[in-house]
C-alpha cells in the first residue's frame, strides 16, 4: 500500500454540492483582505524590544519519513525514503519535531516463516523510531495494513475479521515501543481509510478496529500507568465521510462521527487528524455553514462530546497539490511548492491547527504498482543501482524553518500574498519572508462567497460556474452588469474578478518591501538566503547577500521580493572587539636611582 497511489484527495464528489464544496470550497478569504491588493509596496517594520511568545510548533519542520515505494532490500520499510535522504535530514535540520512512519502491519507479517528476515525489518523501523526519539521528537506511528490471515479477505486493506487476534497484535507492538522502550510515539489508526485504495471496508468496520486498537491501549495503560496517546481517523479531507460529502454537511464526516463514536463507547482521542492536499493556503481557514472556521466547529463537537476542547488537531498530511500526481510546481518548477509551504503553515496558525507534518520526504516510483507521484522534498533517479538522489529547492525552505529561533515577534505584513515570520534567536533575528500567489485564487473567493447566498442565488451562480461563462466573465470580456442575476451576485463576481486581477499582477511582476528594524543597539552581521525561481533542485544553502550593518536607533532597506519566491534574513550579533588595555608606565628600578 503506497500513500503515492493516492488520488486527489478533494476527489469524493458524486454531486453537483460536493463538486462545488470538494474542488473549490477549499479556502476561506477573510472580508476586507481585498484592501491590500492595491498595494505595490509593503512594509514590515520590526523592534527588537517588543514582545515575543513562544514559536508555535506549527512552524516546526515536520515532515512524512515516506518515499520511493519499492526497495531492492526486502528489509528496508517499503515505503520508507531510502537511508540516505533519512540521513541527509537528520544531519541538516534533526529530528526534534513530528515525524509520521508509516508502519505496515501486513508488511511485517510476510516474513513470519522467516523470523531472521523479519527481526532485521522490525530493527529498521525501530532505528528509525529511536532517532527520533532520543532527539526529542515525536514519532507519529500510523498503523495501517491487517496481518496476513487476519483480514476478511486476502487483502492487506480489508478490515480485521477476527477483532480480539488484531488487537493482541497491536497490543505487543505498542507494549514492545511504549512500556518497555519507552519512545514517545502517537499512534494513528488507519491511513485514509475513507477511500477504497486504503481500506476495503465500511464505516462501522473502521470503528470496530478503531476500538479495538483504544481497548488494546486502555488496558496497557491501565497495567502499566504510562500514557499512550492514540488517535485518527486521518482522513482525506476533514469534512469527508466513506460516502461522499461536502462542507455544506460538516456534521456528516467522519472526524465528528468519531467523536461522538468514542464519547458512546468511553473510547480515547488524544488527537484528531486528517489531510489537507491543495494549492490553497487559506484551506483550514475556510468558513463553514455553521459561521465558524474548522477548528472552531471540531473544537465545539470536542466540546459538546465531553472530550477536551484543546485536544490536539493535526493535518498529518499535506502538500502542495492541483489534481495531479506528477506536478512542474513540485519539480521543474519547484520554487512555488516552496514558496507555499511557510505560506500555508501561516494560515495553519491563524486558523488555529496545532501542529502538521508535510509529505513527504522523497519521491515515490520505481515501485511495484508502477506508481508515480513527486511529492517528495527529495528526488532520485530509479535507473542506478546505487543511490543517486538529491534535494529539491523545496528543502531549503525546512532548513529556513530550522534557523528560526525560538521566540516569535507578532506581526504580519498586511497584504493577501506576501507574508512574513520574524523570531528572535540567542544571538540576533531570523526573519522568513514569503511571496506566494494561489493559482486559483478566483474559485476561492466564490467559494468564500458562495455560503452567503440563499438557495436561488446559489443556484444562479452555480449554473455560471458550471457553464463556459465564468473564465470570460472573470476575464472581463463579459459585463456582469450584463448578467441576469441578482445585485448580491454580481458583487460576488465582481469581487473575484478583482481578486482575479490581483493575483495575475503579482504573479508577475516583483514587490518592493521596505524593512524596517528599530533599537540595534549592536553591531550585526546580515546574511540573506534565497529560494526562488534561479534554482529548483540541488540548491545550495548558503547567503546569497552578507553586509555588516552597525548599531542604529533605525535600520532600513528595501528588499526585492520575486512571485513564488522565500528569503530568509539573519542578523547575527557581532563579537565585541575587546578593549585595548593601556601600556603599564615603567619604571625604574629603585637599585638605579641615584
Keep these: 500500500m503506497f500513500k503515492s497511489k493516492i488520488q486527489n484527495p ?14 473549490f470550497a477549499i479556502c476561506n478569504l477573510s472580508p476586507g483582505i481585498y484592501n491590500a491588493f492595491a498595494q505595490d509596496e509593503l512594509q514590515l517594520t520590526l523592534d527588537v524590544n517588543s514582545e515575543t511568545v513562544p514559536l508555535p510548533k506549527i512552524y516546526e519542520p515536520n515532515i512524512d519519513l515516506s518515499g520511493r515505494g519499492f526497495h531492492r532490500d526486502s528489509t528496508w520499510p517499503q515505503t520508507l525514503a531510502a537511508e540516505e535522504a533519512l540521513e541527509n535530514w537528520q544531519k541538516e535540520i534533526g529530528f526534534s519535531g513530528f515525524y509520521r512512519l508509516q508502519y505496515n502491519l501486513w508488511e511485517i507479517s510476510q516474513f513470519e516463516k522467516n523470523k531472521k528476515l523479519q527481526n532485521k525489518l522490525l530493527d529498521n523501523y525501530e532505528n528509525i523510531i529511536k532517532k527520533v526519539s532520543d532527539s526529542g521528537g515525536t514519532v507519529i506511528l500510523n498503523i495501517f495494513g491487517t496481518p496476513a490471515g487476519m483480514g476478511k479477505v486476502l487483502d492487506n486493506k480489508s478490515p480485521p475479521k477476527e477483532l480480539k487476534a488484531f488487537k493482541e497484535y497491536v497490543k505487543a507492538l505498542m507494549r514492545d515501543l511504549s512500556c518497555n522502550k519507552k519512545y514517545n510515539i502517537w499512534y494513528e489508526v488507519w491511513n485514509t481509510p475513507n477511500l477504497e485504495e486504503f481500506f476495503l471496508g465500511r464505516k462501522q468496520e473502521y470503528f470496530n478496529l478503531y476500538r479495538s486498537v483504544a481497548q488494546a491501549r486502555d488496558e496497557l495503560e491501565e497495567e502499566t500507568k504510562i500514557h499512550i496517546p492514540l488517535g485518527g481517523p486521518s482522513v482525506s479531507w476533514w469534512f469527508q465521510n466513506f460516502e461522499a460529502n461536502s462542507i455544506a454537511s460538516p456534521e456528516e464526516s467522519l472526524v465528528y462521527e468519531l467523536i461522538k463514536y468514542c464519547y458512546r ?5 488524544d488527537f484528531i487528524s486528517w489531510h489537507g492536499y491543495s ?19 471540531i473544537r465545539n463537537w470536542l466540546t459538546y462530546f465531553k472530550f477536551d476542547k484543546n485536544t490536539p488537531l493535526i493535518v498529518s498530511e499535506w502538500n502542495w497539490d492541483s489534481n495531479s500526481n506528477i506536478s512542474a510546481e513540485r519539480q521543474e518548477k ?54 543517486k538522489g538529491a534535494p529539491k529547492s523545496i528543502y531549503n525552505v525546512f532548513r529556513m524553518l530550522k534557523a528560526l529561533g525560538n521566540t516569535m515577534y507578532q506581526l504580519k505584513v498586511e497584504d493577501e500574498f506576501v507574508g512574513a515570520i520574524a523570531t528572535k534567536t540567542e544571538d540576533g533575528l531570523a526573519v522568513l519572508i514569503y511571496n506566494y500567489i494561489d493559482p486559483e485564487t478566483a474559485m476561492n473567493c466564490l467559494t468564500r462567497e458562495i455560503g452567503d447566498l440563499n438557495s436561488g442565488q446559489r443556484k444562479l451562480l452555480l449554473r455560471i460556474i458550471n457553464s463556459k461563462k465564468l473564465s470570460a466573465v472573470l476575464e472581463g470580456e463579459i459585463e456582469i452588469s450584463a448578467l441576469r442575476v441578482p445585485a448580491k451576485v454580481q458583487a460576488i463576481l465582481k469581487n473575484c474578478r478583482q481578486m482575479n486581477d490581483s493575483a495575475k499582477k503579482f504573479a508577475a511582476i516583483e514587490r518592493k518591501l521596505k524593512f524596517t528594524v528599530k533599537n540595534l543597539k549592536e553591531n550585526y552581521l546580515l546574511e540573506r538566503y534565497a529560494v526562488d525561481s534561479s534554482c529548483n533542485s540541488n540548491c545550495e544553502f548558503a547567503p546569497v547577500e552578507k553586509k555588516d550593518i552597525g548599531a542604529a536607533e533605525l535600520y532600513e532597506e528595501t528588499l526585492a521580493i520575486k512571485p513564488y519566491s522565500v528569503q530568509l534574513l539573519i542578523l547575527k550579533m557581532k563579537p565585541k572587539e575587546p578593549e585595548a588595555v593601556p601600556a603599564a608606565e615603567s619604571k625604574e628600578p629603585e637599585s638605579q636611582k641615584k
Aim: with cysteine; glycine share 4%; proline share 3%.
Design 10 to 23: 478533494k476527489r469524493i464528489a458524486c454531486n453537483l454540492w460536493s463538486i462545488i464544496f470538494s474542488l
Design 265 to 269: 463507547y468511553h473510547l480515547p482521542l
Design 279 to 297: 494549492s490553497c493556503p487559506k484551506a483550514e481557514n475556510q468558513k463553514t455553514i455553521y459561521n465558524k472556521n474548522v477548528v472552531m466547529l
Design 334 to 387: 519547484a520554487f512555488i511548492g516552496a514558496s507555499y509551504i511557510p505560506s500555508r503553515l501561516d494560515n495553519m496558525y491563524s486558523s488555529g491547527i496545532d501542529n502538521q507534518v508535510y509529505f513527504c520526504l522523497e519521491d515515490f516510483h520505481d515501485n511495484k504498482e508502477g506508481v508515480k507521484r513527486n511529492v517528495g522534498i527529495f528526488f532520485f533517479d530509479a535507473e542506478h543501482k546505487e543511490y
